[in-house]
């Protein structure tokens, strides 16, 4: 009894205890010295609560209170004080007679003890044996972020973020060791607190505490058939024992177009009528007497704004943490904006003498936005720049050409609003019946809605050119993620030599996704917008449609996984799970994904023991198998669909035909990877580099197979079929050059390089005659593919003609590749690729006192772009009244001509995209303590995608790296935008 | 011996733990596939009511043959003498498409041909498995014997697209073939005869009649119109020439009297053909119901959209040759009746703009019938295809149902027949005159002997070369020029226009698109590709 009202003491007067120290010090001696001080974290300035102080060669110590803040009586004025803390340095400070002291200290690195989050479980980062990185908040990218995964750009070798669109809707793309898949779903599997398939839009940045990137095959094939894209593990802030913490963290962005495409002004358009002008001979050009800036007319200068407030508190037992966050971010397009809530919850509790653990959380986010249309950015820079806005009549000026709409108009005549909401509901229940097994069951549902409604009013071209008489649009979908896994796994030690851990799961996860659209057009009135679709009269008349879908898929697996350790110095780490997805065909239902890891810890062998410089030495090799599902439902069934209308009768009624061919084969691509790696630190981890070699083999790569109609029902089956390679180098870098109280100086450097080659698309089942295949768009009115996939050679070649000079026409003079005087198909050549094969990100972070300062770079190399701007509307040829880019004037192979031929997929318009960005800059100062209310405050600055260095003419080299036509700078893309910000950080 | 003891205790509850897990797990591993938006093979074809969706696609199918984009039209037309789709600025050059098809320069890369292959074979498919559906149906089928013979017609009519355009193709006439299964190419004897005997044995079961019930479908009449076709081109086919019996199956067409030309020219191309005593069979096409007839939006200016107040700009591009404009006699009405020429107004009277060229942009658009060259001509250039109506508020498809076999048509093939085959040419005349009376006010006739009489055509002496002209004049962009030069012999001989000359006698057929060779190692490409 005696014991357990103890403990309660311990518990409910817990504040009491860590005060306790405080009280019992009384300055009552003059022959002892008081020091006062705080003690703060040389890379965050915040202050550090529970920081052990010690007068060194005695036992009188104490202990930082709640902000950081301490009072210690010392025997003499010259003692020394000892500082410690768990994750830092230790320090020794002379007192030197001072009796205010501000400690600095410096985080140590690479410990080894700190956790690394692995599937389903946690190890220390020491026990590592295969590709794993870890970024934590401290890390993160600060200023302009619109999604999580942003923070980590440039941060991570082989983890390659491309945020190519400036729109504040769409998210950062991110390609891990390159491409594995021709059809398959290129995501990375994102694990939030543990839930698979978390929604990354749900999570506010600022509650991130840490990343965890799975990169290679050993470390993600626990995740079975979605593991090889790499597996994200987000991990939210949580509570800290015995503190009650309020943080808050807000800023303010302001964001500018990164730069604008240059075209002909009113002034150029009357100078060339009027003769002298470059193009006054070939061009004459209608002059309608007025002069409007058509991009100014649609952009604005957007200012953004994010609030979060943190509250957390927890005694030993039990924890809180509860934020809310807003966002509200504009973009530079008016009409392209993003309003959001989102708010958390997470209540942790422990019960029966801490052998159960329950862990309830919460995660909602509740988006309001609305999508530019980026049509009208493609009018803008084809609009005439000497026409007007408006008529005299006050409406939109339009002018009956063809595809040439008054983008202003467009603009404000479409009504786009959408809503999003989503929420996760998690529980986790840990019970430790005896030391060292935990049993584990997670049980979560993430759901998510969306409402989206759409018109265009009678003022819109849709109406005014094309008698419509109004169009609207509705959208609604919801889906429901179900997950519950359940663990068990046990930590042991036998003996001093034998550490081991033993984890074995049951995984289910069912996804259900249901929508519905109606669209309605020719209205009595357009004042209802999409909110009264039923008065239109377009659905009655056959002129507008209604559709809705349901689809329902499942995945469950079992796992387990081992992990052992002789002597601290040797590793093995084995992993296998079997997962079948209702995706499969009816004869692959289910499949192994197993891997197998080891390390070798040369640091602790004896004979490393003299070999001082050598803080930890590490060799590691890993091979494992990941999957990629089917992108779809239903690929591996004979389906019939309703289809085209046919008159039977006199009737037009529904037919029904094939809607795919059956394929009870089908199955998951089969990713086998091989990564070898070295982990060492030196000067006490002063310096500390990680390298990683891989080769990844993607075998049943799933193919939309071109098979012979008859005997088939339908021209293509989805099958496993052919081989992609990427194969790659990766080194990442980390030193602190500087680290003493005043000035701390940290780099981090990480490079990749990457190479990937297709090597097959054919089967003994499936073969055709031909081993390549086109793809992407050029969009009317070139009307052409861009890309050639084709076996032994990588993935993203371009596919186009060559031009070797101008004629005296204008018109280009083609490489006749057959020399048979035809330019046809035959003639097109391999003239660059899309997918960048070197990334770099260069970071240095320094602190001067209460001085921050950090400059991030970033570097993407080896790849072409495709200037669609340039290849659409670099000619004279069939403008029809549209604007020429100032590019115009310039003349090919100093031809002498400008070029006045039709717009084509040639050579010319690939440019080399190799850049240089300095990519983010912060500045920012930590305010001493300055009132007892408030435990650190911190004020910064920071520029986003500041200065780019690269020979490419377009808005931003940063383009679409992903997919199957990589590349491709679209006319329409979104401009990405250059962002300064200004913020502060709370905490109380 | 304690801490063993414990050691096998954790062990235990380790093993109880696992034994949880797996149970747990055993409770959920049914991993059975769901579809909600279509249907399982299996589920369908279970009641008579399930017979005419299915027969829906033998049909529906025609409409992507006759007249789907870049397909069959383009390669009857845009290879001929009479059609054009010239670069206009920098539109429709389309990676040259147009160029190649008019200038005999295309590949087994060109998209039509892929695009006709896929698409009758398509047909061919839809048709093989209805009636393996039908024969295995488990249910009563009503009429099931009249229903095979209409479906057995419909694929006779698809091999005849496939015999004409590429010759050499596989004949699979069954749906349960064997696993793995690649068919191989019958020859073109093959091919004929098996349309033949398909037409010929399934004729009678079909219905004569001539109403809404047939109308769209394989009825007795056009059976024998295809059936007409096929002998009119057997020399073209096989080499055996089989006028005979083109008089004999047009004879039985004439004979039963539900037929007529119409008065006017017009009405068999108006928004209410399917009406017309002309239409012996048709595509039905209806707005926002079956669509695909875009013929109007790729030929018309962007500016006409307010003539016809359709719902989108035109695309403004093909047109036909001036040559052929030129050809016409100036009294012939059917000149007006199928292209569209000189000022163009919109609905409400205003004068219509151009707008494409920058040194053409404000001046009224007026077509004109000149052709600068096929590598770039002005945007009001050439006349434009106005045969078939637009009604207004028309989408980027036609209301008009696309003529296959007109009573013209039939009364040509006999003309044509009796003439090839020594036969009185006052009766061809006579037929030939019986078409053209519409087209001429007051009446003028051609005559026997400008009918038997070679003339120069196109730098080449043509036999029986008015003959041809007549047919252009009567069906231009009827989606067959092409099958007409080939058998008057011109097609890969003569030079037209202001760029095409001749470029291999191969020509005549397609190459088997790529794209097969590649799915079907058994395929041999044609000879000359």
Redesign the interface.
Known sequence: MKVQAQKLMEMTQLPLVVFLPLLLWCPDSFAQHTVRGTVTDATSNETLPGVNILVKGTDIGTATDLRGSFVLEAPDPSDSLVVSYIGYQTIEIGIDGREQLEVVMIPQVLTGEELVVVGYGTQRREDITSSVSRVTSNDFKTGDVKDPLQMLQGKVAGLNISNYSGSPNENVQISLRGQTTINGSTDPLVVVDGVPGGNLNSIAPEDIESIDILKDGSAAAIYGTRGTNGVILITTKQAEPGQVQLNYKGYSTVSTIKKKIEVLSAGDFRSINEGGHPLSDILSIQDYGYETNWLDAITRTPVSQVHNVTVSTGTQHSSVVASGAYRGLEGIFANSDRQEISGRLQYNQSLIEDRVDFAFNITTSQRDWSEFNDYAYQQAIWRNPTDRILDDDGNWQERNIREQFNPVGMMNEINDQRKSGNLTLSGKLTAEPVNGLRFSVLASRVTSDYIAGYSESKQHYSTTINGVNAYAWRETSKSIDQNLVITAEYNGQAGADHRFNVITGYDFQDFEDEDFFAENLDFPTDVFGFNNLGIGNGLQDGRAGISSGKSYSKLIAFFGRMNYSLREKYLLNISLRREGSTRFGENHKWGWFPAISAGWRISNEPFMRDVDFITSLKLRAGYGVTGTLPTQNNLSQTLLEFSDRGLINGEFIQGVVPASNPNPDLRWEKKKEINVGVDIAVLEGKLSATLDLFRRNTEDLLFEFPVPVPPNLYPTTIANTGSVLNEGIELSIDAFPVQTTNFFWNINFNISHLRNELQSINTNQFTTGQDFFYTGDTQPPIQNVTHRVQVGEPIGNFWTWKVSDLDEQGNWMFVDKDGNDIINEDDKFITGNGIPNLFAGFTNAFRYKNFDFSVTMRGVFGHQVLNFTRMHNETTAGRGGRNYPKSLLNQPFGSGTYIQDSPQIIDYFIEDGDFLKIDNITFGYSFPAWSQYVRNSRIYVSGNNLFTFTGYSGVDPEVNFGGLAPGNDNRAKFPTTRSFTLGIELGF | MKYSE?FI??II??AG??L???L??LS???????????????G?FQTDE?I??????????L?QVCCGWQGNFDLQEETSDILITP??????????TYI?LQLH?W?A?QSQPGNLW?RT??G???T??LLFQIENAEFEIPNEEILIAEIKVARAFYYRLLLDNFRNV?L?TS?D?PEG???EQASPGELFDFIESEISTNLDLLSSNND??T???FNKWAALATLAKLYLNAEVYIGQPMWGKVIEVTDEIIDSGLFALEANYRVPFSSNNDQSNEMIFAI?F?V???EQFHIHMKSLH??N??TY?L???PW?GTGVQPHFVDSYDSDDQRLYDTWLSGIQLAANGDTL?M?????L??KPLEYQNELLSIHDTAENDLFRIGKYEIAP?S?ASLSTDFPVYRYADVLMMKAEAILRSGGNPAEAADLVNEVRARAFEPDEQVTPGELTTAINLYGIPVEFGRMLQELGWEFAAEGRRRSDLVRFGVYTTGSWGVDHIPNGDHRKIFAIP????????NLAQNPGY
């Open positions: 414990k205790h954790k509850w380790f733990s696992i949880i897990v797996i747990a797990g959920c591993t049914d991993l059975t596939e769901k579809s909600f938006t279509e249907l399982r093979a299996d369908f399930d005419e969706k299915a027969l829906v696609p033998v049909y529906s199918q409409r670069t206009r600025g920098g539109s429709w050059f389309d990676g040259g190649r320069n590949s890369n896929n074979y398509t061919i498919n839809n093989n498995r596989p699979i749906f073939v299964f690649l068919p809404q019930s109308y769209g479908r039905p209806e926002d119901v079956a962007q500016a959209q307010r107040q719902r989108s700009n403004n703009m707008s494409q060229n920058d040194s942009i404000g508020n989408s790529e794209d097969a060779l590649n799915r079907n190692p």
